[in-house]
């Protein structure tokens, strides 16, 4: 397994060191060359001058603070009314999402460019935050089923009899039940949203709404002796979804109560 991970932490590693080379050299013809003889930060002073890069994280920010706490108001909503139905409709609905999760994004770029475009919301943030209003996506919601019902049924039985709503059944008793997975759909949608390209370069118009991921693809057109500096924007925006990563881990390692999903 460390192996394995090493395949995956190398490039990472590479992103951390190659922006330690001063921009304007030749581009690395080996290993050997990668790791520079005299570390420099000009390159990260470079990324946030030569383009608006601090203006388009502030914009991530408010996408990615926005879309992400829809996101899990709507798929937890959406997963305990699954847990609640009983039936056939249940199966069908189930049916339906494993169907929806495999349809490809660039299946549906043309519809919803129409529809915005209809509704005279291109250039504006509404777009990209739109997935949101419907769980983010459809596996978000069949993780928050599967953790539903993962909770005793007698839990269920016990809030209802004191009365508890549909809302203070969702707040007050399930959805404290299941902080793993919630930590992990928090983490999930916001890199979703944090790392998306196509849809601000779909949507989006004017130079100061641009997000980080496309900005960077300004730096990306300045040519191969400037790749410190591309790589150098690449880690900035990096870093904040590896914190929450290692910021979440004591939530992933929490238990969740209940039995099998199957056996329900």
């Known amino acids: 397994m460390i192996l394995l991970a090493a395949v995956f ?15 304007g050299l030749p581009p690395p ?24 890069l601090g203006r388009s994280i502030l914009n991530s920010i408010f996408v990615t603070g926005i879309a992400v706490p829809i996101t899990i108001l709507t798929a937890s909503w959406a997963g305990l009314a699954l847990t609640l139905m009983r039936g056939r409709l249940r199966v069908v609905i189930i049916a339906a999402l494993v169907l929806l999760a495999t349809v490809p994004l660039t299946a549906v770029w043309i519809p919803r460019f129409v529809l915005f475009d209809k509704l005279g919301l291109i250039g504006t943030y ?33 809030a209802i009899m004191e009365g508890c709503g549909a809302l203070r059944l969702w707040w007050r008793v399930t959805l404290p039940l299941v902080k793993p997975t919630t930590a992990a759909i928090v983490l999930l949608s916001a890199v979703a949203f944090w790392s998306s390209f196509i849809d601000p370069l779909l949507y989006l118009k004017a130079e100061k709404d641009l997000t980080a991921p496309l900005m960077i693809h300004s730096l990306d057109l300045l040519g191969p ?13 990096t870093l904040p979804i590896v914190v929450a990563f290692f910021a979440a881990q004591r939530l992933f390692q929490g238990k969740e109560r209940g039995g099998s999903w199957l056996g329900r």
């Open 126 to 158: 509404v777009p990209l935050i739109a997935p949101a209003l419907m769980g983010g996506s459809p596996l978000f919601v069949l993780f928050y089923a599967v953790a539903f019902h993962r909770i005793p049924r007698e839990v269920f039985e016990a």
């Open 225 to 237: 002796t400037n790749w410190p500096v591309f790589l150098g924007a690449s880690l900035v925006i």
């Open 9 to 23: 932490v190398f490039p990472l590693l590479l992103m951390v060191i190659a922006p330690l080379r001063q921009p």
């Open 29 to 52: 013809r080996g290993l050997g060359e990668v790791f520079p003889l005299s570390p420099s930060l000009q390159s990260f002073r470079d990324a946030f001058s030569l383009v608006p």
